[in-house]
């Protein structure tokens, strides 16, 4: 098993080219294909207008949209023109509120989708619908790049987060081609539930099954000691040298953390190592 279609998504010509040069590295090493898809963002919100001005606005957000993607696009031809990995871009023209499906039908079809972390000043609100678009519609594990960082071809040390929730073993499943060739895998269980299932070998049994894939494991048992387990984590990967982390995307749901906030938009915010997340 190895990530031989790779996917990144582009919704501006501007701004930090971290995962599109990631996913070229990952495309590159696996010696597969690298995705980019360009997308143009009409942002007219229907009935916003009045009658008379809605014609117009739509038409004027429609050409807006198109003189975006056609920048998008040249700029990508433009970084990749001298690139020896198999590539290929497309472009897409979509309202904001049909962008999770534009995405999904792409996504759905590649091994990974490489995208910049989604939260921040320089992004538009586009970019967070792509990344739930990959994880929830298409069922595709999305690595996250903070900016300006890179991951290591194979990364050294992985850190996995680990809390027996069938996101995070799909999250590890899908992250086996990195996982096989680290040098050294840390389990990072953070206090475990007293009457669980584990709780006489908290992550013993995902150990067990990396071991047998070839994977060299170390298991981490950490207490809570700051308020977020987002926290814990961020840290732990700094203390261990961690190259990245793998973890499991939204084990409540998107709602509850778009309000209360959680781990995953927590890391989805604040990361600075990359991140593999799936659902």
């Known amino acids: 098993m190895t990530y031989k279609t790779i996917l990144t998504v582009r919704s501006t010509a501007d701004g930090d080219h971290t995962a599109l040069t990631q996913a070229e590295a990952l495309a590159r090493r696996a010696e ?3 995705d980019v898809l360009c997308l143009g963002v009409d942002r007219t919100r229907v009935g916003y207008y009045d009658g008379g001005a809605n014609a117009i606005a739509i038409n004027a957000m429609m050409e807006r949209a198109r003189d975006e993607v056609k920048a998008t696009q040249a700029a990508v031809e433009s970084r990749l023109k001298a690139s020896d990995v198999p590539h290929s871009i497309s472009s897409a023209i979509t309202p904001l509120g049909d962008i999770s499906r ?6 759905r079809f590649s091994d990974m989708v490489v995208m910049d972390l989604p939260y921040g000043a320089e992004h538009g609100p586009e970019v967070e619908p792509i990344v739930e678009a990959a994880l929830f519609e298409a069922r595709t594990p999305v690595l996250v790049m903070p900016k300006g960082t890179e991951l290591p071809l194979p990364p050294k040390t992985i850190l996995v987060a680990w809390d027996e929730s069938i996101e995070a073993l799909v999250a590890v499943r899908k992250a086996l081609p990195f996982l096989k ?3 050294l895998v840390r389990i990072a269980v ?3 539930p007293q009457h669980g299932m584990e709780r006489s070998d908290p992550g013993g049994m995902l150990c067990q099954m990396l071991a047998r894939h070839g994977v060299s494991c170390e298991i981490d048992v950490l207490s ?3 308020p977020r387990v987002s926290d814990v984590l961020s840290r732990h990967a700094t203390d261990t040298g961690a190259e990245m982390i793998v973890m499991g995307a939204y084990g409540h749901s998107r709602f509850r953390e778009s309000i209360l906030g959680g781990t995953t ?8 190592v990359p991140v ?3 659902h």
Request: hydrophobic letters at 45%; aromatic letters at 4%; proline letters at 3%.
């Open 32 to 34: 597969g294909h690298l």
């Open 276 to 278: 593999l997340m799936a």
């Open 102 to 107: 534009v995405t999904a039908h792409h996504a």
């Open 224 to 226: 809570k000691t700051l």
């Open 190 to 192: 953070i206090d475990p």
């Open 181 to 183: 060739t680290a040098d």
């Open 265 to 272: 938009r927590y890391m989805l915010e604040h990361a600075e």
